[in-house]
């Protein structure tokens, strides 16, 4: 196979998309309520409201000035003057250059520039109406459904549509980020003490497990992913102390409950033959890494891989930027896969040697290939573009440098693309778990 054919198969085969934060499409009918934290805007600003920002204020935009970007009430034409200059700096990163793929898919312009940000936004304002998600991911973007981890919720997210947006149960509220007061009333239940927080966990995962897809922690963004086994006998006084004053723990003690917890929900997701999705490697946002911290991500991995051999674990964004020691987790751990959600923008050329090289060490069952890891739904069939751009690469390559049979690249493409994605996860199964499984029209028209 020529890389024209390989390229062509790519855009033809539909993507199982395994990692997104995609808002409930309600959220974005509705109107946006002020002009804090992350809105669901209806102008050109949307394009840089979610990682595309990061690379502006690391090029020099001022933070307040940024701010402007998802303000409903400031005009397109201030928001152009802010983000302008800025665009231009860092246009040829990832992030940015989704943007191009972005307007070029949805609105077919080339650019972003000062002479289309009106119409561009007057278009995307337009475009918003009941059932536009269908059109934009299936039609667009070829994608056969997503997996979210929708951040409007704390634990699990009844969405409007279950075929398209299947849910992770988050377990972070139950474990590493723990949130009793919102979780017990979420259950109806009063927690005095670990058994009782047991039982919480229990409901949680009897009530979402059946309809959730996976399960996900990103607590990596927060601590070391160190879990060590705490026994129960030995969590319950530090739970009790917990419970009489979260305050005053200290870190190691806090840490013992944190560790004691997560093992128990990887133990009640393995019931619930729920996949563990683990957040690893680069931290979204500007200016706060703690790149040692990061560093220890993959071989902290191993401790987990070894305790739960029969819990499958994702291995998100590839750990970048230590994607070597993720490759080599892959080869080792029959229950390790890797994930490349959210890796082809961060750095898309790493991202090709990644699947490069993966595919020499590591069994070709073991990767999953793309998760647009965004927030706004318009932003995902550009990522989409730029993974199978990528992907159509690294194929290539491996076959013009006669590292790959050209005979073998439609079974491995259907294999990257979408197949381990149904192995591992059991999207069918899931969907029957629903009383209304959506059905809604697709409204192609309203695209393009
Ligand atoms: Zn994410």
């Known amino acids: 196979m020529v890389s024209s054919e390989i390229r062509n198969l790519i855009d033809r ?21 002020g002009d804090g934290g992350r809105q669901p805007i209806r102008d050109f600003g949307i394009f840089f409201s979610h990682y595309s920002d990061s690379d502006l204020l690391v090029a020099g935009l001022d933070p307040k000035e940024r701010d402007k970007i998802g303000n409903p009430n400031i005009d397109v034409d201030e928001k152009w003057r802010t983000v302008g200059p800025f665009y231009e700096k860092a246009r040829h990163t990832g992030y940015l250059q989704n943007i191009r793929e972005t ?18 936004s007057d278009r ?23 997996q979210v981890n929708n951040l409007q919720t704390t634990i699990f997210m009844e969405t409007q549509y279950p075929d398209l947006l299947c849910q992770d149960l988050s377990f972070v509220a139950l474990s590493t980020g723990l949130n009793i007061e919102a979780v017990s009333k979420l259950a109806n239940r009063d927690v005095k003490s670990l058994k009782d927080w047991h039982e919480v966990l229990d409901w949680c995962f009897a009530t979402y497990g059946p309809r959730a897809i996976a399960v996900k922690n990103q607590s990596a963004y927060g601590r070391r992913i160190d879990y060590e086994k705490v026994s129960a ?11 009489a004053n979260p305050k005053n723990l200290p870190m190691d003690e806090l840490k013992a409950i944190q560790d004691h917890l997560f093992h128990y929900c990887v133990e009640k997701a393995t019931e619930f033959h729920l996949p563990v999705k683990l957040h690893t490697g680069y931290y979204a946002g500007s200016g706060g890494m703690p790149l040692h911290r990061v560093r220890n991500n993959a071989g902290d991995m191993c401790e987990l891989l070894k305790a739960h051999p029969k819990t499958p674990f994702v291995i998100m964004h590839i750990t970048y930027p230590y994607q070597d020691e993720a490759i080599a987790i892959a080869k080792h751990y029959p229950n390790a896969y890797v ?8 750095n898309p050329l790493a991202s090709v040697r990644f699947v490069k090289e993966f595919l020499m060490a590591a069994p ?30 690294a194929i290539s390559e491996l076959v013009e ?12 493409v259907a294999r990257l693309m979408r197949g381990n994605a149904h192995e591992l996860f059991d999207y069918e199964g899931t969907l029957k778990n629903w009383k209304t499984p959506s059905v809604v029209k697709k409204e192609p028209a309203t695209v393009g």
């Open 13 to 33: 085969t539909p993507f199982v998309d395994t990692h997104e934060h995609i808002w409930e499409e309600t959220t974005r009918l509705s109107a946006p309520t």
């Open 103 to 120: 307007v070029r898919m949805l609105y077919g312009e080339d650019d972003l520039r000062e002479d289309n940000y009106r119409s561009i």
């Open 124 to 146: 995307l304002a337009a475009m918003i109406k009941p059932g536009y998600y269908y059109p934009i991911l299936r039609d667009v973007a070829n994608i056969e459904y997503c």
């Open 233 to 243: 006998d030995d969590a319950v006084p530090l739970f009790e102390k917990y419970l």
């Open 339 to 346: 994930d490349l959600c959210w890796a082809w923008i961060i």
């Open 364 to 393: 070709a069952n073991k990767l999953l290939t793309f998760g647009g890891d965004y927030i706004p739904v318009e932003m995902v069939p550009g990522h989409a573009q730029i993974a199978r751009k990528g992907l159509a690469q």
């Open 401 to 412: 440098e006669h590292w790959i049979d050209g005979a073998h690249v439609p079974a491995l």
